[in-house]
Nanobody
Framework: QVQLVESGGGSVQPGGSLTLSCEVS????????VGWFHQGTGKEREAVAS????????YYAASVKGRFTISRDSAANTLYLQMNSLKPEDSGVYYC????????????????????????WGHGTRVTVSS
């Protein structure tokens, strides 16, 4: 069983930065594919960034490309999401998720899969971007 615990959410003004962390209880093949998902108010959960231990360029949603960076510290079993130049539309709950079956690599690019393909989820951390 894999447990994920997010932290680092909060309130920030537009243009500000936050770093989200996701502590993974243990690193197994189930955590080869990990990602961050965003759920805005009244909206469906969608992948914003994903990374795959099997290789491939990390995935970023078009809305966050160039502003967000996903990384993982394998020694610390921690996944990070560095968020810069935040916008009000980035507000919502951010979840980290893991499942080795979810990611695919096409043309050297990681594809994160749909939320339903991830078996392991954290409880989420809320981000509010407002002036």
């Amino acid at each position: 069983q894999v447990q994920l615990v997010e932290s680092g959410g909060g309130s920030v003004q537009p243009g500000g930065s936050l770093t989200l962390s996701c502590e993974v209880s243990r690193s197994t093949y189930n955590t080869d594919c990990v990602g961050w998902f965003h759920q805005g108010t009244g909206k469906e959960r969608e992948a914003v960034a994903s990374i795959y231990a099997g290789g491939g360029r990390p995935y970023y949603a078009a809305s966050v490309k160039g502003r967000f960076t996903i990384s993982r510290d394998s020694a610390a079993n921690t996944l990070y999401l560095q968020m810069n130049s935040l916008k009000p539309e980035d507000s919502g709950v951010y979840y980290c998720a893991a499942d080795y079956l979810a990611c695919t690599v096409v043309g050297g690019q990681v594809r994160p899969g749909t939320p339903s393909e991830y078996r392991y989820w954290g409880h989420g951390t809320r981000v509010t971007v407002s002036s």
